[in-house]
């Protein structure tokens, strides 16, 4: 009897969930009708000076990171190392960044009266283990925040530790790679999938920071 009691309960409030979404979903569609998406001049001058300054950066990490993998691929160790070395300078210098600049959006969005809708990370956007954790708590969470402005800082928290996460493992990483020979080939096999999940971490910042550039023009 008390087993049952507990899946009727259960049922009931999972239906009363999924009612409360299919509420939010529709008041959010018509958020998104009224939204002006069009940024201001400044505005648009703002997000593509990050932008161009965020995908610059990754750029040099990426050059590094394949010669590295084709240096090694060809067998010279001591010359993938160095290729590896300043890639992982590279992201150790972005991560901080983008953690910096999550940060100050975070502040800055308090100041924001209303703000466009936020939409939560995707697990399967990411292949790191620990990413596709955190996008997953943000997508369960991100339903039981009731304001956009909480979303936007919640997700903007999310983003910051999920680049603490990538710098880590960059660095462990990197570390294998030079000093265990065994572990080494699947070590070069996760740096490929981290640096695939920057990207995806980089462009959902700037995404970020377009939602937050478009609230301060209004």
């Given at each position: 009897?008390?087993?049952?009691l ?7 409030l999972?239906?009363a969930l999924?009612?409360?979404e299919?509420?939010?979903r529709?008041r959010?569609?018509?958020e998104?009708k009224?939204w002006?998406?069009l ?9 593509e000076e990050m ?7 990754l ?6 990171f394949?010669?590295a993998a084709e ?6 160790t001591d010359e993938a190392?160095?290729f590896?070395?300043?890639g992982t300078?590279?992201?150790e210098?972005?991560?901080?960044n983008?953690?910096h600049?999550l ?6 969005s308090r100041m924001?009266?209303g ?10 956007d990411?292949?790191?283990?620990q ?9 369960l969470l ?6 956009a402005g909480?979303r936007?800082?919640?997700?903007v928290y999310i ?5 603490l996460?990538?710098?880590r ?10 000093q265990?020979?065994?572990a ?8 490929e999938?981290?640096?695939?999940d920057?990207h ?5 910042s700037?995404?970020?920071?377009r ?8």
């Amino acid at each position: 009897m008390t087993f049952l009691l507990v899946v009727v309960l259960s049922v009931a409030l999972l239906l009363a969930l999924l009612r409360i979404e299919a509420l939010r979903r529709a008041r959010r569609s018509e958020e998104w009708k009224d939204w002006n998406v069009l940024l201001t001049p400044r505005g648009q001058q703002a997000y593509e000076e990050m932008r161009y300054r965020m995908t610059d950066e990754l750029a040099l990490a990426d050059i590094a990171f394949v010669r590295a993998a084709e240096t090694h691929a060809f067998g010279s160790t001591d010359e993938a190392k160095r290729f590896l070395d300043v890639g992982t300078r590279l992201i150790e210098t972005h991560a901080p960044n983008m953690r910096h600049l999550l940060a100050g959006m975070a502040i800055f969005s308090r100041m924001v009266a209303g703000m466009a809708p936020i939409t939560p990370l995707r697990p399967r956007d990411f292949e790191l283990r620990q990413l596709a954790h955190l996008a997953q708590i943000n997508r369960l969470l991100h339903h039981f925040i009731v304001t956009a402005g909480e979303r936007f800082r919640f997700k903007v928290y999310i983003l910051r530790s999920a680049f603490l996460v990538v710098a880590r493992g960059f660095l462990r990483r990197s570390r294998q790679i030079r000093q265990d020979e065994k572990a080494a080939e699947n070590a070069w096999l996760a740096l490929e999938s981290m640096r695939r999940d920057v990207h995806a971490l980089t462009d959902e910042s700037l995404e970020m920071f377009r939602l937050l550039v478009l609230a301060l023009s209004r």
